[in-house]
T-cell receptor, first 113, second 116 residues
């Protein structure tokens, strides 16, 4: 079975500081991993995805994530937080042969001016 | 082009009533998904459609939930005899084809259902 754990339901950072949102997965087969962002009153938008190519994945808005098989992690980072990054972030996994995404419970990011 | 649209954006209903939620996928997308997002929880998969194949209903929580899709167009999610625990945001997504990880799932804005 597959699952996703996001450590920290709420994360606060100062504007300009490093953003680090944690995601660990559990899967018996090599997974595909995704980060989605949900801005207030909007639908989910794909930030980036890992589909077994390069382990360091760059996404939109300056975000990136690194797939680390040994740590079963796919943490999301951004060097410098911007006020517009305030949103809820979801990590998700899909396994080969499945058709749906399994989501974590989300992390709400607050950026302090 | 147009994204995934859902209607209504908000629905308030009384316990025991039936509700229908609508999803218009992106034109040309053969795969369509319904997810549920309850307060403080991640998204739960409900059902997916792939073209004219039989839908995967494995995520539907009870027989009060059903969904239909005609071809590769609009889908409706119906909840019969609504209960308070059905209160959630119902999200629809579409992708060019199901089960292809390189195909992004595009999400609609959701329908917020409140059961009083």
């Amino acid at each position: 079975a597959q699952s996703v754990t996001q450590l920290g339901s709420h994360v606060s950072v100062s504007e300009g500081a490093l953003v680090l949102l944690r995601c660990n997965y559990s899967s018996s087969v090599p997974p595909y991993l995704f980060w989605y962002v949900q801005y207030p009153n909007q639908g989910l938008q794909l930030l980036l995805k890992y589909t077994s190519a390069a382990t360091l994945v760059k996404g939109i808005n300056g975000f990136e994530a690194e797939f680390k098989k040994s740590e079963t992690s796919f943490h999301l980072t951004k060097p410098s937080a911007h006020m517009s990054d305030a949103a809820e972030y979801f990590c998700a996994v899909m396994i080969t042969g499945a058709n749906n995404l399994f989501f974590g419970t989300g992390t709400r990011l607050t950026v302090i001016p | 082009g147009a994204g995934v649209s859902q209607s209504p954006s908000n629905k308030v209903t009384e316990k025991g009533k039936d509700v229908e939620l609508r999803c218009d996928p992106i034109s040309g997308h053969t795969a369509l998904y319904w997810y549920r997002q309850r307060l403080g929880q991640g998204l739960e998969f409900l059902i997916y459609f792939q073209g004219n194949s039989a839908p995967d209903k494995s995520g539907l929580p009870s027989d009060r939930f059903s969904a239909e899709r005609t071809g590769e167009s609009v889908s409706t999610l119906t909840i019969q005899r609504t209960q308070q625990e059905d209160s959630a945001v119902y999200l629809c997504a579409s992708s060019p084809m199901a089960g292809v990880p390189t195909d992004t799932q595009y999400f609609g804005p959701g329908t917020r259902l409140t059961v009083l």
